[in-house]
């Protein structure tokens, strides 16, 4: 069976410090791969997407980034944290429709 | 571009039935899906309606009207767990969009 998993489960940093997320997803090959942000009391924001490794499609632009260096790994980076880059951060995946999640990264920026 | 709308919150009482709606406008559509989503957890997949009619699964029911651009969550036998944001989503070529979540409230 497929299973997703994502770390760190919490995160506390500065404001202008770096980020780095990971996600992996095993059981799978060659599955779609997204990153959202759900600030609280908010709605699930879609940050990036990718259908192959090195393929990456932002939806917002910002002080993040990602990359794929695999078939199963996607990472989320930014080089200066700001206030507002805190949310909750969900890894989902896909390979027909619907997505399936990791228990996310709770980050606060402070 | 798409637009989602779902009531922003509900209350219901255990054992009862609720019915969570959710209309949407969209350049391209490639199913509805609904996922539940406990509070501080990451949403979990209810269910997809890519042909209009009626999804039952357990005590989860899910509708689709194409024409409409109109679905329903519909839950039976409410319990204490079924409290949680509840998140319609209408599928594209790769990205489904999200509403901002239906917060469902269940008490005795």
């Known amino acids: 069976s497929q299973t997703i998993h994502q770390w760190p489960a919490t995160l506390v940093q500065p404001v202008g410090s770096p980020l780095s997320l990971e996600c992996t997803v095993e059981g799978t090959s060659n599955p779609n791969l997204y990153w959202y942000r759900q600030a609280a009391g908010r709605g699930l924001q879609l940050l990036f997407y990718s259908v192959g490794i090195g393929q990456i499609s932002s939806e917002v632009p910002q002080n993040l980034s990602a990359s794929r260096p695999q078939d199963r790994q996607f990472i989320l980076s930014s080089k200066k944290l700001l206030l507002s880059d805190s949310g909750f951060y969900l890894c989902?995946?896909?390979?027909?429709?619907?997505?399936?999640f990791g228990p996310g990264t709770r980050l606060t920026v402070t | 571009g798409q637009n989602i709308d779902q009531p922003t919150e509900m209350t219901a009482t255990e054992g009862a039935i609720v019915q969570i709606n959710c209309t949407y406008q969209t350049s391209g559509f490639n199913g509805l899906f609904w996922y539940q989503q406990h509070a501080g957890e990451a949403p979990t997949f209810l269910s997809y309606n890519v042909l209009d009619g009626l999804e039952e699964k357990g005590r989860f029911s899910s509708f689709l009207s194409r024409s409409k651009g109109y679905s329903y969550l519909l839950l039976k036998e409410l319990q204490m767990k079924d409290s949680a944001s509840y998140l319609c989503?209408?599928?594209?070529?790769?990205?489904?969009?999200f509403g901002r979540g239906t917060s469902l409230i269940v008490h005795p």
């Open positions: 989902a995946w896909s390979v027909s429709h619907e997505q399936y």
């Open positions: 989503a209408v599928g594209g070529s790769y990205i489904p969009t």
